[in-house]
Structures are given as structure tokens and as C-alpha cells.
């Protein structure tokens, strides 16, 4: 064991005390992560490094200012003259003769844009204003907070000099300037897949080394919310010249009876100035850590800056499959083996599983027959944006878990690598989509890239290579559609033969892009799946968007002045309610099932409304996670326990005598109501549907008994409650690591004077936390609100608020309060507190 901090380690005979680096290997062994379960945090996403090799994390300590899209003279002098890249070396911003002292310091992730205040921008059309990016001003009509630029310094030793040093982020948003050390290194212009440039030649070894990066927000990917900066993490990556290529080493498994034969696959790259004659150890652990395969190849010989592509075989007998249920991982080692010494070594984890769509039959894993019960999924946050941090990743899906969603859609991008990690280890089905539906050589870079990253995650089911391209569908650029569509599947093929390739597609699927495609998916529209399928009998079918029912948690009237939804049935005129889109999917035993839009909330693209409304009402849970009452819905459906949810709350002071809409979301065979003791009768539950009352309103209880083969199994009741006396706050965990990443996320609720919650407080709220923590995020769930997602003060919406609250590097316990603002509090406050335990590692070695 090696004990570390995110300051400092000692990692063999090698000192960087001082560095501000935290090693990857590390990192991945449990830094971070909560106490175990399926929900700790995670190992590292994808290859992770094993002596010699090493990885670094680079998130600490860097500095970050405003710069200017249109005056120079406000962007440090960049462009100023055009000389900018005349001479290597000549750029002062990335010395230690720049001074960043006015600079701000921060970690990464980090989204700037979800610091910005809301812009109600009605100039020009709607392609041109900000609402789908949520009114945040970004754009080149807002140059002072379009462009930002981060540095850093660190310390290499001597004794890295002869290894080959990257550097390593995995996404920023979104046009990319890097220079180190004076030098220009190069440019990268995708917001969504990661990128890394080689430093080798430019670093000081022995001494102090300067990196410099403008980040240019200008210009966006999507017509969503995608944030702004360094959102993901960076790395410094130091490896042997003789090493294995990025990406390329791959496990591919096929069930043969009682047994899993696996084809093991990589790419040796000789960096040297030397031949050599290099060999592989493969080996093949299960979760234990019980080596139950290995294989070796030949040696063979590489020339100098050249590479060499290796296969092998194994055997696993008697394999654990992954599935939602019970997602098995296995973890692949492979090592380059040259005249006897180890020259670099990686692992990566993998799972054994089928996965099938049947045209006639639907989806079927490990042989068996599972309806996808899937959302659509933005990445971004109440409180952080897009910049979220890796255990947010794994409270995400464990929400969407909770109402039995198996599967998602990472909409419309290629996703964080933390997002697809917490798939495979808690059992979370994926279909992973590119940005850009294009074969141009960005487009084809971009599809490489997500398919080499990830194909070796088994919650992978199938691949998308676009969005709703109506151009490429059907129209003037049809015909161009086939041939791009036909390009991007091929290509898929060939990276990963063992899975299809699909398309989100709004139309009836008939021409263009969809030729090509493997399995065909619908947006919304349910007069074409029956008729598709009658014309197409040999095509497997599924629902790639569907739904887009609107809610505001916690409201039951639609009103157009205050900008909500009612909770019973609202939705958007292309769309439709989750009984409607589900009874569809769910009864046709030929369709896969299918993806609602949206598991959560998200910035941008408010609907129905809009200023000030500044995220869309789409969730079937709001920005913070909160359910709506439509998210019990799916619980009673897409999970097998007895399940039972009456809605609306029972506080409607001034509505005495009105009649009030009560629903009842369950899937037991019949439900009873009553107001204040009084039955208002029993109701049979139909299928996939819901029961509901017109209630004449007077304050009480009302209660709903939900009934199998005539017993009363659940019972829910809803309170009108009294005036709000004191606050709550909940944890969802006691305990984090000390590693300055961990976060444990804080409800906030208030209560009367008998302990029960009041769902219609609003009060404004205030924070303060001490000790070895700090607040990175608030939100509250509400789509109107236009209070900051920074400062440590929040109004509660509908009774609700949450916290994120994040480590630092020091053991000890965070004290998290909460008071009502103002000179006169009626609220009693409340504090909880979380510990902060050391974050143990182990090191790995080959």
C-alpha cells in the first residue's frame, strides 16, 4: 500500500513532491470512491496504466481568466499582430515570465458558462438567439465570456527524459489553442471527443514546464446546452517509446456453449530509433481478481517508427455474463514484452455477454428476451453544468435505476468516459451516439474515436451515427444521405464488427441514412412502426425518442404566466404522454422497446416556454434529480416490485369545495381512495395505464390502498400539512474521500411542526460549510429560476433544493448548514455533516 494525497506521492525511485499530480493508476484503484457496492466510484473508464507506464492526473491547480473574441487587446495580446506562431518558443503566456497572479484559481472540470448569468436576448430569429443554449451569453455577439484561458506549471524529473509524455484531455468545449513551454503544440475543434498532443520534445526535464490553453466558446456543436472550457479531465501520460497504440487493444467475446472464446487484439508502436523484437502477455481476471485466462504471442520484429498489429486467443470457461442485473466485469491486462523487460502495460475492464435484435422478436441479452425501458440523457447538472463530477455520474443513474430504466441514450454526443464507466459497472444498457452524422474526415474522426474508446464496454448495445438529420432523410440531400449513412455503418463495422449500428431518425425511416442501418429507430411519430414493420418484416425496430412529456415538479396547473406544466398530462404536440408511448412500445412483442425523452431535465431548449424559463421541462426527473410524479409511473411499469404513488399534495388552502384530479401510478390490480377516512370507491387497474378521482378539496388526509388478489398491499397517504417550522438536510452518503473530487449531493426540505414535509415552500435559503469540504453547486429544480448555480444561497422550489458539496485533500468532517435568509427567519435551521475518510491506494505493478 502507498499512502497519497492528490498533492503529493512518490511513485518508485521518482520524487514529485510538489507536482500537483495525482497518478491514474492510483486514481483508478479507489481515490474517489465511495464505500463499496456497485454505486462506489469508479475505476477509470477505458485503459488504465500499469507500471511502466504512468498517468497523471492534471486537474489541480490551474488558473483561469476571461479573454476577448473580437478585442486582442483584452485577449492578452493574441492575434494583436499576427505574429502569434511566426517563432517556436515565442509565445509569453506559456512562460514562467507571464505573471497569472490576477488569475483565478480553480480545479477542473470546469464549465464557465454555468457560472454566467442568464442573457434574455430577443434579437433576430431563433436560430440566432440564445434560448436553446439555455440564454447563457456565449456566441460571437458576446466576445467577453466566449473565450476563456487556463494555465498551469508542473515539475518533471530528469530521469522522464527518453520517455515519450502527452498530454491528454478527454473533451473541452470547444475550440482549442495549446501551447507549452512557449511553443505552439496544436489546435482541436470538436467539443465532445478527447483529444492529446505529444510534449516530448518541448518539455523541461528536470524543471519547471508552463501549459497555456485559449479555449474559444464561440462556436457550438449542438443546439443544446454543452457549457463552456475544460469540462472534462486532463492527463499527462508517460510511457516507453515501445508502447501500445491508444485505444487499439480490444476484447471480443462470443458464448460457445459453457464457455466464452476471446479474440485479444492491439497495436505495439515503436517510437525508438531502433528495432525491436517485441512480444504480449495477455491475462484475464475476473472480479475477484482470479486469473482465469491467459495468452502470450510470439515475438516479433518492429523498425523503428513503425507498429505492428498482434492477435491471440483464450478461452473463459464458465463465464459470468454481464446484464443489467448483474453486471459481471472482467479485466484485461496486457503487457509489451521486449528482450525480457516490460516496456508498457495496460488494463481494461470488459464484460462477456450476447446482445441481439430480433425483427419479429425484439431485443433479446444472453438469449433472453428485455424490453429496453430507456431514457435520453443530456450531460449536465443542476449547480455544476457540464463539468460534472465522476461519483454525479453514478448518483445519475442510480436515480434513473430507481424507476427501472435499463438502458440510455447519450443525446447527442459521444459521452464522458465516467458516464459509459458507471453503465458497465451498475448495469445500465447504452446506445452511444456521435455528434455529427458525416463522412466527411471529421465527421469519420470523430466516429473512430467513440467506437475505439468504447467498444470494449459491454453496456454498449448498438451505435448511433446521428440525430434527426432531415436533409440526409428525405429531400435535397437525400441521395448524399445513403452514401453518408452507408460510409459511417461500414466504418462502424470495421471498427467493431460485433455490434449494430442505428440512427435516430423523425420520419418514416424509408429512405436516406436509413438504408444502411442495421436496426431501425423511430423519433416519436407511432403511425409508422406498424406500417414499417408490415413493409419491412426483416428489420428490427425500436423507439429511438419518444415521448417528450412535459412536468414542473410539484406543479398540478398549467399556467402559461407562471411557465408550468401540470404533472398529469402535459406534452408537446409531436409527442406523447408516458402511457401513451409506453402502451405502444410495451405490447408489441416486435419492438426492442425503446428511449424517453429525457431522463432529467436540461439546459437549453426550454419547452414549452420561454424566457424565463431557461431549461426544457422534458424530465421525468428535474435538473437536481428530483422525481416527478410521472417518474412512479414508470416505476410501476418497468419494475416488478408492488409499487404505488398518489398524487397531487393535499395543500390547497382556498380551494375548499373545488373539485381536485387525484391519480394513483401502480401496477397492483386495484386501488381504493379515501378523503379524510371516507371511501371514494375502488377502481381496477388497467394496463400499462393509472387510476383517478375528481376530489371535492377539504384539508385532511387522503389516502390510496393499493390491493393484490384482494389484500392490501401498499398504502400511501398525502397530508395537508402546517405552517413550515424548521429545515432538513440529507446526505445521500456519510462518507467521501478525501481526494478533492468526491461529492456527496445534499437534499434540503422543510418541515411543519409535526415532522412532515411542506410541498409548497418556497423560502430563500442560505449555506454555509466549514471544515474539509466545499460547496461547488446549487439548484432547486425549477425551470424559471434564475438564481446562481454558485453562490451558497438557493430559494427552496415546491419544497426542494439540493447541494453538491465537494472534498478537499484533508481527512476530517464537512459541517453543512442551512438557514432562511433575511432579518426575520421563521425556519429553525439544520446542519448535517459528512466525513471525509483518507483515500487508501493501491500501487499497481507489473
Known amino acids: 500500500m502507498v499512502d497519497t494525497t492528490r498533492r503529493t506521492f512518490l511513485l518508485s525511485s521518482v520524487g514529485l513532491a510538489g507536482s500537483c499530480l495525482l497518478p491514474r493508476a492510483l486514481w483508478a484503484a479507489g481515490i474517489g470512491g465511495g464505500p463499496g457496492g456497485k454505486a462506489s466510484l469508479p475505476m477509470r473508464h477505458g485503459e488504465s496504466p500499469v507500471a511502466p507506464r504512468e498517468q497523471w492526473l492534471l486537474d489541480f491547480d490551474w488558473r483561469f481568466a476571461f479573454g476577448n473574441g473580437s478585442d486582442p487587446a483584452k485577449d492578452f495580446g493574441y492575434g494583436f499582430g499576427q505574429g502569434d506562431f511566426s517563432k517556436t518558443g515565442d509565445f509569453k503566456l506559456a512562460t514562467a515570465e507571464f505573471n497569472d497572479a490576477g488569475w483565478r484559481a480553480l480545479d477542473l472540470p470546469h464549465d464557465w458558462a454555468v457560472e454566467l448569468p442568464a442573457v434574455h436576448d430577443d434579437s433576430g430569429d431563433d436560430d440566432t438567439r440564445l434560448t436553446s443554449h439555455g440564454y447563457k451569453p456565449l456566441g460571437r455577439r458576446f466576445p467577453t465570456t466566449s473565450v476563456g484561458w487556463y494555465r498551469r506549471t508542473f515539475e518533471l524529473p530528469e530521469s522522464d527524459r527518453g520517455r515519450r509524455i502527452w498530454i491528454e484531455f478527454d473533451g473541452a468545449m470547444r475550440d482549442v489553442v495549446l501551447f507549452v513551454n512557449g511553443c505552439f503544440i496544436g489546435q482541436h475543434d470538436d467539443g465532445y471527443t478527447p483529444f492529446r498532443f505529444d510534449l516530448t520534445d518541448f518539455l523541461n526535464y528536470g524543471g519547471k514546464n508552463v501549459i497555456a490553453l485559449r479555449v474559444d466558446a464561440s462556436f457550438g456543436d449542438g443546439w443544446f446546452y454543452e457549457g463552456a472550457g475544460i469540462y472534462r479531465h486532463v492527463w499527462l501520460t508517460k510511457m516507453d517509446p515501445v508502447h501500445l497504440g491508444r485505444w487499439e487493444s480490444v476484447v471480443r467475446s462470443t458464448v460457445e456453449g459453457q464457455a466464452a472464446a476471446l479474440a485479444l487484439a492491439t497495436r505495439i508502436e515503436n517510437e525508438s530509433g531502433h528495432a525491436v523484437h517485441a512480444s504480449l502477455e495477455w491475462s484475464i481476471t475476473d472480479a475477484s481478481g482470479r486469473v482465469v485466462a491467459h495468452a502470450t504471442t510470439p515475438a516479433q520484429a518492429i523498425a523503428p517508427n513503425a507498429s505492428a498489429d498482434c492477435q491471440a486467443t483464450a478461452r473463459i470457461d464458465a463465464p459470468k455474463l454481464w446484464s443489467p442485473d448483474e453486471p459481471h466485469l472482467y479485466t484485461a491486462l496486457v503487457k509489451v514484452v521486449v528482450d525480457g523487460a516490460v516496456r508498457d502495460a495496460e488494463q481494461f475492464p470488459f464484460g462477456v455477454r450476447t446482445a441481439a435484435f430480433d425483427p419479429e422478436r425484439g431485443f433479446f441479452l444472453n438469449g433472453k428476451p428485455l424490453k429496453i425501458q430507456g431514457t435520453c440523457n443530456h450531460q449536465d447538472h443542476a449547480g455544476v453544468g457540464a463539468a460534472l463530477p465522476d461519483r454525479l455520474q453514478s448518483f445519475r443513474v442510480e436515480v434513473l435505476q430507481g424507476m427501472g430504466c435499463n438502458a440510455v441514450r447519450t443525446s447527442h454526443n459521444m459521452p464522458t468516459p465516467e458516464w459509459v464507466e458507471a453503465c458497465d459497472r451498475m448495469g445500465m444498457m447504452m446506445m452511444c451516439e456521435t455528434r455529427h452524422m458525416s463522412s466527411s474526415p471529421s465527421g469519420m474522426q470523430q466516429l473512430d474515436v467513440m467506437v475505439k474508446r468504447y467498444r470494449n464496454s459491454p453496456s ?312 474539509a469540504g466545499k460547496l461547488i453547486g446549487v439548484g432547486n429544480g425549477d425551470p424559471n429560476c434564475l438564481e446562481s448555480d454558485k453562490e451558497p444561497k438557493r430559494s427552496l422550489f415546491n419544497g426542494l433544493a439540493q447541494l453538491i458539496v465537494q472534498s478537499t485533500d484533508s481527512t476530517g468532517t464537512i459541517h453543512i448548514e442551512a438557514l432562511e435568509e433575511g432579518a426575520e427567519q421563521s425556519l429553525t435551521p439544520a446542519s448535517v455533516t459528512v466525513t471525509t475518510r483518507k483515500a487508501a491506494a493501491r500501487l499497481v505493478v507489473a
Open 460 to 771: 454498449i448495445i448498438l451505435w448511433s451515427i446521428g440525430n434527426e438529420e432531415w436533409r440526409l432523410q428525405k429531400g435535397a440531400l437525400e441521395h448524399q444521405g445513403e452514401r453518408i449513412g452507408a460510409a459511417m455503418v461500414a466504418r462502424c463495422h470495421e471498427l467493431d464488427p460485433t455490434r449494430v449500428v442505428s440512427a435516430a431518425v423523425n420520419g418514416d425511416n424509408e429512405q436516406g441514412v436509413s438504408d444502411a442501418l442495421d436496426v431501425i429507430g423511430f423519433n416519436y411519430n407511432l403511425k409508422y412502426p406498424d406500417a414499417f414493420h408490415r413493409e419491412h418484416p426483416t428489420r428490427a425496430v425500436y423507439g429511438s425518442e419518444t415521448s417528450s412529456a412535459i412536468a414542473t415538479r410539484g406543479e398540478y396547473v398549467t399556467d402559461p404566466k407562471k411557465n408550468t406544466v401540470n404533472s398529469y398530462d402535459g406534452v408537446v404536440p409531436w409527442g406523447e404522454t408516458p402511457e401513451q408511448w409506453w402502451s405502444f412500445y410495451g405490447t408489441r412483442d416486435w419492438l426492442a422497446g425503446g428511449f424517453a425523452w429525457t431522463g432529467f431535465d436540461y439546459r437549453g431548449e426550454p419547452t414549452p416556454y420561454g424566457w424565463p424559463s431557461v431549461n426544457s421541462q422534458f424530465g421525468i426527473v428535474d435538473l437536481c434529480g428530483f422525481p416527478k410524479d410521472y417518474y412512479y409511473y414508470y416505476k410501476a411499469w418497468w419494475t416488478k416490485a408492488p409499487s404505488l404513488h398518489v398524487f397531487p399534495h393535499w395543500n390547497w388552502a382556498g380551494k375548499e369545495g373545488q373539485e381536485i384530479p387525484v391519480w394513483v401510478y401502480t401496477n397492483l390490480d386495484e386501488v381504493e381512495l379515501l378523503l379524510n377516512g371516507k371511501s371514494l370507491g375502488i377502481q381496477k387497474v388497467p394496463r400499462l395505464g393509472h387510476v383517478q378521482w375528481k376530489v371535492t378539496y377539504a384539508p385532511g388526509v387522503i389516502e390510496a390502498r393499493g390491493r393484490r388478489d384482494g389484500q392490501v398491499v401498499l398504502v400511501e397517504r398525502r397530508e395537508t400539512t402546517g405552517t413550515a417550522r424548521k429545515l432538513r438536510l440529507a446526505a445521500d452518503r456519510s462518507e467521501i474521500s478525501a481526494d478533492g473530487q468526491d461529492v456527496a449531493m445534499i437534499t434540503v426540505d422543510v418541515l411543519d411542526g409535526h415532522g412532515r414535509p411542506v410541498p409548497t415552500a418556497n423560502h430563500k435559503l442560505a449555506f454555509r460549510i466549514t471544515g
